[in-house]
């Protein structure tokens, strides 16, 4: 299993572990710092041992970082973590503005089906079932988003299954949610937003969520 240090404190950005385990191309550590591509959100960018990360995935409890056929590490071997912290900074807002403004659909304007989410840097976007344009919504949310993120309000996340490693987020008195994503501390930290509205499909639409501050 490796450590996921990014939930204890995702805004630690070097670390010095050992490498645990070597897969060819992939290594395993003992702890991390650098989240893998989960839920929707991209994995982070970093380096390990001064070697670009060209990809993480997830097996089991434990996760796999792809360096390369020649990166030329061994199990036992002291390394350091480097995380691109201005991406995983935008990743972490971003995937929260999702989150509120999913939570605000769902209680203003559900039950609805959500068939999709993705988590970039530049933007995130949340799939739905939805007959005609849903942009009409948007001025709701945007006035209820506003309203949770200038209060500041601090943001709670805890495993509620450490065993699984499940874990959720919570602002009391508006949600608590199931999710292993790496979060902001406070809402304040989202900024403002804009909301982008897509045809995907006859029947489908999606908001895209940017930050508007930025």
């Not at 949600?175 to 979060?183: E, F, L, S």
């Amino acid at each position: 299993m490796t450590h996921k240090l990014f939930w204890d404190d995702p805004y630690r950005q070097t670390l010095d572990t050992r490498v645990t385990r070597v897969a060819g191309p992939e290594v395993m550590v003992g702890e991390t710092i650098l989240y893998a591509f989960s839920g929707g959100q991209e994995s982070d960018h970093g380096t390990i041992g001064g070697r670009p990360v060209l990809g993480a995935r997830k097996d089991g409890l434990t996760i796999l970082y792809d360096l390369g056929p020649d990166h030329g590490l061994s199990p036992g071997d002291p390394v350091g973590l480097v995380l691109d912290w201005s991406r995983r900074y935008r990743l972490m807002r971003l995937h929260f503005a999702a989150e509120i403004i999913l939570e605000l659909v769902m209680r203003d304007f559900g039950p609805l089906e959500k068939t999709g989410a993705h988590i970039a840097p530049d933007k995130a976007r949340i799939d739905f079932t939805w007959e005609g344009s849903i942009a009409p919504i948007f001025p709701s949310l945007l006035e209820s988003s506003g309203a949770v993120i200038a209060r500041d309000l601090p943001i709670i996340t805890a495993f509620s299954d450490e065993a699984s490693q499940r874990r959720y987020w919570e602002i009391e008195g508006f949600a608590r949610v199931p999710c292993g994503g790496t979060h902001p501390r406070r809402t304040g930290e989202i900024g403002p937003l804009a909301l982008k509205r897509k045809n995907i499909g006859k029947g489908r639409e999606r908001i895209e969520v940017l930050l508007a501050g930025d």
